[in-house]
């Protein structure tokens, strides 16, 4: 034989039978058939018994009864005893007894009611009247379901909110409209030092001082979202500490109920202080740091500014007599002496122009502290190729440029910037062939990106950064300082933007930078 198995396992879970049954008990076949015909429809199920001994294995099976009509004069064991036996066990002890008589006896009821009985009913019994009494205990017992069922609901109910108050991380109690706990989870000792019987009843003033839930608050008025504000709490030994406190409100059938939610904050507390006074140590820190870097800055710088300017005349001087010496006595100093005079040259003629170049970048990074006006960025092209036009007729650089837009800028230093980059095109060209220059923009929201884009030598990708350096320069020899991207780079992050080349050796150069478009 093969095992049959359910295809649904939940199915063999045993659900809690709910019928409602009527025990009846008789001996008599016909009465039992007359009785289960009267009472046909008046409950779910009518079990039926012909003996004492039936009925009671039927109530031992643990079926719940709304009632049990028990016929008095039985063999064997008659009505008063199995309704005895019935009573002496403790599930049974108010199931409601109706005994079924044909002889009205004094004695037979005072004993059938001291064993419990409810009522007595005369045979013949009058169908209407026994369908009516059986019909209250029935309704009866779906009363009590319906009620055990909500208790049970209740109880679960209560049980989880006790439990999800346990199991909160802070210290909770509820209290009514006035402040008066009247409930409180374990943390409340651990955070205030007092025991639950301790608390409840008080009011919540002697935990929380300053605690106040404003009369004219409706329910509603305070979400309960987690927001909380922050008061002083007491402890049961006096002690204060800060603490974070929020409140729910929930409207009852016994009035309003505050849900209270208390968090020790002093730690936190301790840390904000900590960051407070670190901060403030670190502002003075950098104040003074700047204060010093400043100083000394505008030391450096007006050493350098001295510097450059002060050494310009000797260099002259040095130049001026060293070409008066190759002029007047080259004769006499020989082919040795004239080369050494022209390395004295060279190198006076290039010191010369690098402090030019320095007090330039100083003018260039002083400039850069003027308030940007509305430049038109075409003049401002203009002006300097106007400035380089012996250079590109002497390199025959082509320069074509789009109509640009008005910027945001100092108009000194957006002259410097086109000024310096075509120079620098114009100096790093491929031998032998024109220089081309193409000067155009994109719009980037708020701001330009203006490229300028040479069909030069090109430039390592490893030194696309380099290059913007003080004294740059990554070919040896030529009339170039090194400061012309040096001094690009610090006008360009003076008015705000930024600099960059993209280039690979060969393929020329396209050098980009930002720019606030016009307010």
């Known amino acids: 034989m093969q095992a049959v198995v359910s295809p649904n396992p939940i199915s063999q879970v045993p659900v809690p039978d709910e019928k409602i049954r009527l025990l009846l008990v008789d001996d008599n076949a016909?009465?039992?058939?007359?009785?289960?015909?009267?009472?046909?429809?008046?409950?779910?199920?009518?079990?039926?018994?012909?003996?004492?001994?039936?009925?009671?294995?039927?109530?031992?099976?643990?079926?719940?009864?709304?009632?049990?009509?028990?016929?008095?004069?039985?063999?064997?064991?008659?009505?008063?005893?199995?309704?005895?036996?019935?009573?002496?066990?403790?599930?049974n002890r108010n199931t409601p007894i109706l005994f079924l008589t044909g002889f009205r006896n004094d004695d037979h009821l005072f004993r059938g009611y001291d064993l419990g009985a409810v009522d007595f009913l005369f045979k013949p019994v009058v169908p209407e009247?026994?369908?009516?009494?059986?019909?209250?205990?029935?309704?009866?017992?779906?009363?009590?379901?319906?009620?055990?069922?909500?208790?049970?609901?209740?109880?679960?109910?209560?049980?989880?909110?006790?439990?999800?108050?346990?199991?909160?991380?802070?210290?909770?109690?509820?209290?009514?409209?006035?402040?008066?706990?009247?409930?409180?989870?374990?943390?409340?000792?651990?955070?205030?030092?007092?025991?639950?019987?301790?608390?409840?009843?008080?009011?919540?003033?002697?935990?929380?001082?300053?605690?106040?839930?404003?009369?004219?608050?409706?329910?509603?008025?305070?979400?309960?979202?987690?927001?909380?504000?922050?008061?002083?709490?007491?402890?049961?030994?006096?002690?204060?500490?800060?603490?974070?406190?929020?409140?729910?409100?929930?409207?009852?059938?016994?009035?309003?109920?505050?849900?209270?939610?208390?968090?020790?904050?002093?730690?936190?507390?301790?840390?904000?202080?900590?960051?407070?006074?670190?901060?403030?140590?670190?502002?003075?820190?950098?104040?003074?740091?700047?204060?010093?870097?400043?100083?000394?800055?505008?030391?450096?710088?007006?050493?350098?500014?001295?510097?450059s300017h002060d050494l310009q005349e000797p260099l002259r001087t040095i130049v001026t007599y060293s070409q008066w010496l190759v002029r007047d006595c080259g004769n006499e100093v020989g082919p040795n002496g004239k080369q050494f005079l022209d390395f004295i040259i060279t190198g006076g003629v290039r010191m010369d122009n690098l402090l030019a170049a320095l007090r330039e970048f100083m003018r260039v990074t002083d400039a850069g502290n003027e308030v940007l006006t509305v430049v038109d960025a075409g003049d401002s092209l203009r002006l300097a190729m106007s400035n380089l036009e012996s250079a590109i007729k002497e390199s025959g650089a082509l320069v074509a440029a789009a109509t640009l837009p008005k910027v945001m800028a100092v108009p000194v230093l957006l002259i410097q910037v086109f000024?310096?980059?075509?120079?620098?095109?114009?100096?790093?060209?491929?031998?032998?062939?024109?220089?081309?220059?193409?000067?155009?923009?994109?719009?980037?929201?708020?701001?330009?990106?203006?490229?300028?884009?040479?069909?030069?030598?090109?430039?390592?990708p490893m030194y696309h950064e380099r290059v913007f350096g003080v004294f740059k320069r990554l070919q040896a020899g030529g009339?170039?300082?090194?400061?012309?991207?040096?001094?690009?780079?610090?006008?360009?992050?003076r008015w705000g933007g930024r600099i960059w080349v993209e280039s690979t050796p060969g393929q020329g150069a396209t050098f980009r930078f930002t720019i606030h478009a016009a307010e």
């Open 30 to 91: 016909e009465n039992l058939i007359s009785l289960e015909a009267l009472l046909q429809g008046t409950a779910d199920e009518l079990v039926l018994a012909r003996s004492g001994k039936e009925a009671l294995r039927h109530v031992l099976e643990g079926h719940e009864f709304a009632a049990i009509l028990l016929d008095v004069k039985m063999p064997e064991m008659d009505g008063f005893e199995t309704a005895e036996l019935i009573r002496s066990r403790r599930q």
């Open 129 to 307: 009247i026994l369908r009516s009494k059986v019909a209250v205990f029935v309704e009866l017992m779906r009363s009590n379901r319906l009620l055990r069922r909500q208790a049970e609901t209740l109880s679960k109910a209560e049980l989880k909110f006790r439990s999800l108050l346990e199991a909160a991380p802070d210290a909770v109690l509820i209290t009514e409209a006035d402040g008066t706990i009247a409930l409180v989870n374990a943390h409340m000792h651990s955070l205030f030092g007092y025991e639950r019987g301790e608390i409840r009843g008080q009011n919540v003033h002697l935990l929380v001082p300053d605690w106040s839930f404003p009369a004219h608050t409706h329910v509603g008025a305070i979400d309960g979202d987690g927001d909380g504000f922050e008061l002083y709490a007491v402890r049961k030994d006096g002690t204060r500490f800060p603490i974070e406190i929020s409140l729910s409100p929930l409207q009852t059938e016994e009035g309003l109920l505050i849900t209270t939610v208390i968090r020790d904050i002093t730690r936190r507390r301790q840390a904000e202080d900590k960051v407070r006074r670190l901060n403030i140590e670190l502002e003075e820190r950098v104040a003074t740091r700047t204060a010093e870097l400043s100083r000394s800055n505008e030391a450096l710088r007006q050493f350098a500014w001295a510097a």
């Open 419 to 460: 000024q310096n980059l075509i120079v620098n095109a114009i100096r790093y060209a491929k031998p032998g062939e024109q220089p081309r220059i193409q000067i155009f923009f994109d719009s980037t929201g708020s701001d330009y990106t203006f490229s300028l884009r040479d069909n030069g030598i090109g430039i390592d």
């Open 479 to 493: 009339n170039g300082t090194g400061i012309g991207l040096a001094i690009c780079k610090a006008a360009v992050e």
